[in-house]
């Protein structure tokens, strides 16, 4: 589907605060329901996971009421299971996903920073394309790709190696960047322009200091990027809206 009609399809916010995952007994269900398939235990999968047995009983038995966001990653790579196939909704209806970065076009990182925790979760409708792969969510920053998707906007992402991906004219992609063998990236969102078999990377600003392109072979003429890789197709956007009545 072009990203028009994405935007139209995926129009589901949740506030940004929540970073744990709700106790429903659906997600209670799908973990026992891994725990019995594999016929394993609920110690085993917290030795696995590095977690206190007692924390995940507790949840499983209905003692606790959530789970925090990196306590479930844990137990979905325990049960080697996709994470978005444990959610709520996983098999249909709405599916929480993390925010694992922010998006900012120019903003050199070191890579050690760029992998920061948990900035919180966007709920999005299912069921998922792509099940099998994994999903993320990212936070905008800046003004690079204004003219569709604003600063403070929330895109849901899969992995493009994951789903064999190809670039097609018009998807809107994540790109990263990086410099000095690979200790810096630069992570943006592209727009992907085909012309012959050329294959080129559009921010899409009001601003003029967004206008020219990349391409995988490089950036533009004087840049230092070492590599340029499409890592994720954009799937959706989100914007929070803050003029809701108290």
């Known amino acids: ?31 026992l329901d891994r725990i019995a398939a594999q016929s394993t235990s609920v110690r085993d999968v917290s030795l696995r996971a590095k977690l206190s047995a007692g924390g ?22 325990a049960l080697d299971t996709p994470l978005h196939e444990l959610l709520p909704g996983g098999s249909g209806g709405a599916v929480d996903i993390p925010i694992t970065h922010e998006v900012a076009a120019g903003a050199w990182r070191a890579v050690d920073e760029a992998r920061q925790a948990k900035i919180g979760t966007v709920t999005v409708p299912g069921p998922l394309a792509f099940p099998s792969a994994r999903h993320w969510a990212e936070l905008v920053r800046g003004e690079s790709m204004n003219r569709i998707i604003p600063d403070g906007a929330r895109v849901h992402v899969v992995d493009a190696v994951a789903i064999g991906y190809a670039p097609r004219h018009g998807d809107i992609v994540v790109v990263v960047r990086r410099r000095a063998q690979g200790a810096f990236e630069e992570r943006s969102l592209k727009q992907v322009r085909l012309a012959s078999s050329a294959v080129s990377l559009w921010p899409c600003s009001h601003s003029p200091d967004w206008q020219a392109p990349l391409t995988l072979d490089g950036g533009p003429q004087g840049d230092e990027t070492s590599e340029i890789e499409i890592v994720g197709l954009v799937l959706g956007a989100y914007l929070p809206l803050h003029n809701l009545p108290a």
């Not at 995926?10 to 659906?26: A, E, F, I, N, Q």
């Not at 959530?66 to 306590?71: F, G, R």
């Open 56 to 77: 995940l009983r507790d949840f499983l038995a209905g003692r606790s009421s959530s789970l925090k966001v990196d306590t479930l990653e844990k137990v979905a790579s």
């Open 1 to 31: 589907m072009d990203f028009s009609t994405a935007v139209k399809r995926y129009s589901t916010l949740t506030p940004m605060d929540g970073v744990r995952y709700s106790s429903t007994m659906d997600l209670r269900q799908k973990i």
